[in-house]
């Protein structure tokens, strides 16, 4: 279940990454407390975006709403945040929304399977790991 949990989580940050101007989001779950930490960089995006708190809020009661988890929290990157590479689910960057005729890169990572519902608990994998450049 938390495979499920942490790919809904991770494809609710993309849909966030790519409404919200100049943010990058890193996604960490640390198995050990069972607790989902998103980093949210740059920190004026994390204290200034109406926008982002609005979708910040929304993702928190979702998630408690379908799977009955609180133990979520958003962040600005912090020093005394250690990051565990091995635990990191997901890392985006911005999208570029200006215009112009210079070729932009951004890569997202998944660290999850992708999964499709057959029945109420029942799940088939559909895609592994994968890196998109666009």
């Known amino acids: 279940m938390i495979e499920v949990i942490k790919t809904y ?13 100049d943010i990058n989001l890193t996604y960490v779950y640390e198995k050990a407390i069972d607790y989902h930490t998103i980093i949210v960089e740059p920190t004026y995006t994390y204290e200034n975006n109406p926008l982002f708190h609005s979708l910040e809020k929304d993702l928190i009661e979702e998630i408690g709403k379908k799977f009955g ?20 689910v997901l890392r985006l960057t911005s999208i570029n929304t200006t215009e112009d005729s210079e070729m932009r890169f951004n890569y997202d990572i998944l660290d999850i399977p ?21």
Request: glycine share 0%; net charge negative; hydrophobic share 45%.
């Open 9 to 21: 989580i991770s494809k609710k940050l993309i849909d966030i990454r790519d409404l919200v101007k």
């Open 69 to 88: 988890i609180y133990d979520i929290l958003f962040t600005q990157a912090v020093p005394y945040i250690s990051i565990n590479e091995k635990e990191v």
């Open 114 to 134: 992708q999964f499709n519902e057959i029945s109420k608990n029942d799940y088939t994998e559909l895609i592994s790991s994968y890196a998109l450049a666009a």
